[in-house]
């Protein structure tokens, strides 16, 4: 499998290419296997006069200024670099419209692709997400070390593929139906592996319900059957708990074993603290039902409680993914 990422300047002026600037590229075993080769080609820009925000704040933006190498030179490399390779992954869908595009512009031939993932779809699905989530966000879920610059092809590209480890072919499969947004039921697709409920994880204490929600131990629920550690992405909140208790729903999954249902049970002790239980109940009709009755109520998005280097990925993030 061939995990790549594009960066590009849509400039300001009438021409409507997304030029790209830069490819990144890794090659993996399988999904989230090994990663056994990388490819990166800084393209040196000559469509626009100018760069977009986005681009003005790409952290490699010299080094495509000062490449002598073409679109169509590079795409050249990245073709005998793919060798026979047909199956590809990416994250998010703009990348691939962006090639495409840049393909017919220059008139290349298109890249050979027989299947082609976007890792950003399988995960919101995995994790019962109703929005897409950002490639730093993600990479910060899942605790993988951010020490590279996001927003460099061949970074985001390794970062996407590590992700790649988290994924199950079924999240790969599936198709978001954008037709049906408004009505759309929560697909839930359980697992069906047998487990035996565990003692749940205490949380906190936090000073407020909200810190609770987003808190390290409360977001890391673990499989039922091997243990592996999940990730909660947003939590559905139960309408009608009375003041002081805070029932929370959400779905996580674990690589191997599928998806799961987790409740956060959140109470306000006597001393205003919030404390709660993180648990994995039994996947009955009755859990089922409390968490699509949630699903009627607030969401929480989750926040990372870190700190470093939080500013600046949200402020490059904002161009896109
Ligand atoms: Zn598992």
Not at 39 to 65: C, E, M, N, T
Not at 238 to 247: H, N, S
Not at 248 to 257: A, D, E, T
Request: aromatic content about 10%.
């Amino acid at each position: 499998m061939i995990v790549l990422d594009l960066e590009w300047n849509r400039g300001y002026d009438r021409t409507p290419l997304d030029e790209i600037i830069q490819i990144g590229a890794v090659r993996t075993a399988e999904l989230g296997g090994p990663v056994l080769d990388t490819f990166q080609a800084y393209i040196r820009p000559v469509v626009h006069k100018k760069f977009d925000r986005g681009a003005k704040q790409l952290p490699d933006l010299r080094q495509s200024r000062e490449s002598e190498l073409s679109f169509a030179e590079a795409m050249e490399q990245f073709r005998a670099w793919c060798g026979e390779e047909r199956e590809f992954a990416l994250w998010g869908g703009d990348d691939l419209s962006a090639l495409t595009k840049n393909c017919e512009y220059w008139q290349v031939p298109p890249l050979e692709i027989g299947r082609m993932y976007n890792f950003q779809t399988a995960l919101a699905w995995l994790m019962g997400a109703d929005q897409q989530i950002a490639l730093w966000r993600a990479v910060d879920y899942f605790g993988i070390s951010d020490t590279f610059d996001f927003h460099n092809a061949l970074n985001d590209a390794m970062y996407t593929a590590l992700i790649g480890r988290w994924l199950t072919q079924e999240s790969l499969e599936y198709v978001p139906d954008h037709r049906k947004k408004k009505h759309r039921r929560v697909s839930l697709r359980l697992s069906s592996a047998p487990f035996v409920c565990r003692p749940g994880q205490a949380v906190g204490p936090y000073p407020t319900a909200e810190p609770a929600l987003d808190g390290k131990s409360s977001r890391r629920p673990a499989c039922p059957v091997c243990g592996r550690r999940g990730c909660v992405a947003q939590w559905r909140l139960a309408p009608g708990t009375e003041r002081g208790v805070q029932d929370c729903y959400s779905v996580f999954s674990c690589g191997v074993h599928g998806r799961f249902l987790c409740r956060l049970e959140l109470t306000r002790q006597g001393d205003g603290q919030w404390q709660g239980l993180l648990s994995v109940p039994e996947a009955g009709p009755e859990l089922v039902q409390a968490y699509l009755t949630a699903c009627e109520g607030g969401v929480h998005n989750c926040r990372h409680a870190g700190t470093g280097g939080r500013k600046r990925k949200r402020r490059s993030s904002r161009r896109r993914r």
